[in-house]
Nanobody
Framework: QVQLVESGGDSVQAGGSLRLSCAVSGYSVSSNCFGWFRQAPGKSREGVTA????????AAAVYAPGRFTISQDNAKNTVYLQINRLKYEDTGMYHCAARRCDGASASALLPERYQYWGRGTQVTVSS
């Protein structure tokens, strides 16, 4: 059974940083592709950043470079999202998701391409 469990969300002030974790069981981090998505109240789920080759090449939303960084620890079977210089508009539920890699960067940020999802961890940024 595949399980993804996110943690690390918090209420922080604008300008702060957070590191979110996604602990994975039943699915190998080293041989599959993972991404981070977020959903703000009243909005659709959107891709933040994701690997499109396992642990190597990444795709990112236009607002992500320089602030959002995805990484993974194969030994711990865990995926991370480092968020720096948090902004009020970063508020939302952050989800980790997993899929088999297809080697295509264009699909990496599309939620419908992912088979497995965690329940999410809440990030709230106050201005």
């Amino acid at each position: 059974q595949v399980q993804l469990v996110e943690s690390g969300g918090d209420s922080v002030q604008a300008g702060g940083s957070l590191r979110l974790s996604c602990a994975v069981s039943g699915y190998s981090v080293s041989s599959n592709c993972f991404g981070w998505f977020r959903q703000a109240p009243g909005k659709s789920r959107e891709g933040v950043t994701a690997f499109w080759t396992s642990g190597a090449n990444t795709a990112a939303a236009v607002y992500a470079p320089g602030r959002f960084t995805i990484s993974q620890d194969n030994a711990k079977n865990t995926v991370y999202l480092q968020i720096n210089r948090l902004k009020y508009e970063d508020t939302g539920m952050y989800h980790c998701a997993a899929r088999r890699c297809d080697g295509a960067s264009a699909s990496a940020l599309l939620p419908e391409r992912y088979q497995y999802w965690g329940r999410g961890t809440q990030v709230t940024v106050s201005s």
